[in-house]
Structures are given as C-alpha cells and as structure tokens.
Nanobody
C-alpha cells in the first residue's frame, strides 16, 4: 500500500525557515518524480517544487531562490527547505509521488502557518 507521510509543518515567524519531510513507503521510490504542492485557503493546489528520479528540479516562480528540494533514495525521503517565509506561504503542504505510467500518490498534508 503506497503511503506518503509528511512532517515538519508548524508555526513560523515571517522571515523564518522551515524544512518539510516526506517519508514514502510501498513504492519504488527511486523511480518516482517527487513533488511538494501547497493549497492555501480558498485557492487551488499548486506546485511548489519537484525533483525527478535523475535529480532534475523544478520550482514555482514564486519560490525560486527561497526553496530547495532534495531526495534521499536510500531513506525514501524527500525534503523541502524554505526560507524567508511570508504570510503568503501559509498553506497545507502536500507531498506527491508521480510515476512514469500515470501512478500518482498524495500525502495527507502538513499545515504551515507563517505569522507573528
């Protein structure tokens, strides 16, 4: 049973940093493109960053330069590190796994709140 479990969310002050982690199980992690998406209240879910099986990365324009995404195939984990956070970054952040043949899996999400 494929499972993605996010952790690391919470309350952070504006200008602060946060690292989210996603632990995957039940999939051949190394062959999946892993991504982080977010959904703010009243808005559609959007891509934040993704990393392919060959470590090619893609970032949303709004976060470029403030976010890094890394994967550890030995530990089946993907991390999203964010800095210079603003209240506009407040959202539920979701881990996503996308396979080459259309398989897509989602985590339950972790809340990130940026507030003073």
């Amino acid at each position: 049973q494929p499972q993605l479990v996010e952790s690391g969310g919470g309350l952070v002050q504006p200008g602060g940093s946060l690292t989210l982690s996603c632990a995957a199980s039940g999939i051949i992690f190394s062959i999946y493109t892993m991504g982080w998406y977010r959904q703010a209240p009243g808005k559609q879910r959007e891509l934040v960053a993704s990393i392919t099986s060959s470590d090619s990365t893609n970032f949303a324009d709004s976060v470029t330069g403030r976010v890094t995404i890394t994967r550890d195939n030995a530990k089946n984990t993907v991390k999203l590190s964010m800095n210079s956070l603003t209240p506009e970054n407040t959202a539920v952040y979701y881990c996503n796994a996308r396979g080459a043949f259309g398989a897509v899996f989602w985590g339950q999400g972790t809340q990130v709140t940026v507030s003073s």
